[in-house]
Each structure stands twice: as structure tokens, then as C-alpha cells.
Nanobody, 125 residues
Framework: VQLQASGGGLVRAGGSLRLSCEVS????????MSWFRQAPGKEREFVAS????????YYADSVKGRFTTSRDNAKNTVFLQMNSLKPEDTAVYYC???????????????????WGKGTQVTVSS
């Protein structure tokens, strides 16, 4: 199983980035997908999740209204559109997959079956 995140980079505060995560080695449409991030010196935290069909999403309060996650099951890819970026959004962003999709698990730091390699997002002030 491979989850490959891409699309990170350096952006100024107020700018936008779109992350992608391409998945292989599993039946993508069977898995809930989620995004996490880890800033330097901090624990990894939940950012957003999306249901298997894409019809339901859930966001951390810190990104609600600014970030949007979506998925394309035909292309085995999940996306994270990040708008109105702030310096505090600077982190390594990871995509993840699991078959349960309970945000309560994500917020408690567990529930993920597969992790991808991260992509760095840096927001300058």
C-alpha cells in the first residue's frame, strides 16, 4: 500500500495551496481518507477527513471554513484545498486511510490503517 502526498511548498500568508494524495495497493473507494499535520516540536494533529463516497467531510476547528477536502475515486486520489493560509498552518501534511472513518478516533490520535509520506507546507508572514 502506498499513499503519496504532493503539492506542498512555500506560500505567503493569505495564499492557497492544493495538496494531492495518490493511493495504490488497496481498494480506494472502500477507505475513508484523512489529512493530518505535524508542526515542528508539536504532536501530529487531525486536519480533515472524507467518507468513502465523498459525501461527508469533517474538519478540525482550526481549519474549518478555510480548508476543503475532496476525492476522486476514479483516480484513487484525495485532495486538500487550503485557502487563507496562516503561518500557524506551517507543518508537514500527511494523508491517511482507514475503514472506519470515525473523527473521534482521529482526534484521539488513533484509527488510521495506513499513513502516507508527508509533504511540507510553509506559510510565511
Amino acid at each position: 500500500v502506498q499513499l503519496q502526498a504532493s503539492g506542498g511548498g512555500l506560500v505567503r500568508a493569505g495564499g492557497s495551496l492544493r495538496l494531492s494524495c495518490e493511493v495504490s495497493g488497496l481498494t480506494f473507494s472502500d477507505y475513508y481518507m484523512s489529512w493530518f499535520r505535524q508542526a515542528p516540536g508539536k504532536e501530529r494533529e487531525f486536519v480533515a477527513s472524507i467518507s468513502t463516497s465523498g459525501g461527508s467531510t469533517y474538519y478540525a476547528d482550526s481549519v474549518k471554513g478555510r480548508f476543503t477536502t475532496s476525492r476522486d475515486n476514479a483516480k484513487n486520489t484525495v485532495f486538500l484545498q487550503m485557502n487563507s493560509l496562516k503561518p500557524e498552518d506551517t507543518a508537514v501534511y500527511y494523508c491517511a486511510a482507514d475503514k472506519v472513518g470515525d473523527p473521534r478516533n482521529y482526534l484521539r490520535g488513533y484509527g488510521v490503517d495506513y499513513w502516507g509520506k508527508g509533504t511540507q507546507v510553509t506559510v510565511s508572514s
